[in-house]
């Protein structure tokens, strides 16, 4: 490896680094001073690395947000966030599947993935219990409901305390959003937020 200019140049095993026993003393310095830059670099924030640390000691990355690749498993405890539009499906009383917005948000820190958002929903019958399903924006192998658990408010002052509850739902890997209408039977928004594990 001749006398790098950029830390991408290193290699993660030492004996893949320079310099070789072959090469002359004299190149010592020169190894010694790239060496030397690039823990300046790291110091300033200016490796072109996705993810560094800055002066202050925070962490931050260029593409932490929507990131691309695979988000899935355990194995990797991520930390990222993005935005998606979960697929609902109507399971009891609803006219239709509820309407969602593509503004739905999810971060995930390690195995814990938060996740919030709005949708609509416009139940059959008053006083009757109201479900339906959501998808998760990383996908979670649940076994039990009790491994996902969130509530949902409407957007209603004039009705306020409508709340649903969001539990997983296993068979499907779902999210579960199930609430008692009142006697209204027109469409209604609401919100919803949840976290739930990665397994």
């Known amino acids: ?33 790239a060496l030397s830059a690039f823990v300046k670099q790291s110091y300033d924030g200016a490796l072109t690395a996705t993810f560094q640390v800055n002066a202050n000691g925070v962490p931050y990355s ?19 966030s993005g935005t998606y539009t979960p697929t609902s499906t109507s399971v009891a009383n609803l006219d239709a599947n509820p309407t969602t917005n593509a503004n739905w ?23 009757t219990t109201t479900t339906f ?22 957007v209603d002052a004039a009705r306020d305390g409508l709340v649903a509850s969001v539990v997983g739902e296993p068979t499907g890997d779902k999210a579960r959003v199930s609430y008692y209408t009142d006697s209204v039977t027109t469409a209604d928004t609401w919100v919803c937020q949840f976290q739930y594990v990665v397994l």
């Open 1 to 33: 490896m001749p006398i790098p200019s950029a830390v991408t140049d290193l290699s993660a095993t030492a004996a893949s680094n320079s310099p070789a026993s072959t090469e002359s003393p004299g190149d010592g310095d020169d190894y010694i001073r």
């Open 133 to 154: 399903d959501l998808t998760l924006p990383i996908a979670s192998s649940l076994t039990a409901s009790t491994q996902l658990a969130g509530t949902a408010v409407k």
């Open 105 to 127: 948000t999810w971060t995930r820190v390690g195995n814990v993935v938060i996740v919030a958002g709005t949708f609509s929903a416009n139940p059959t019958t008053a006083s």
């Open 62 to 80: 260029t593409s932490m947000h929507n990131p691309s690749g695979t988000l899935t498993g355990t194995t990797n405890q991520l930390i990222c």
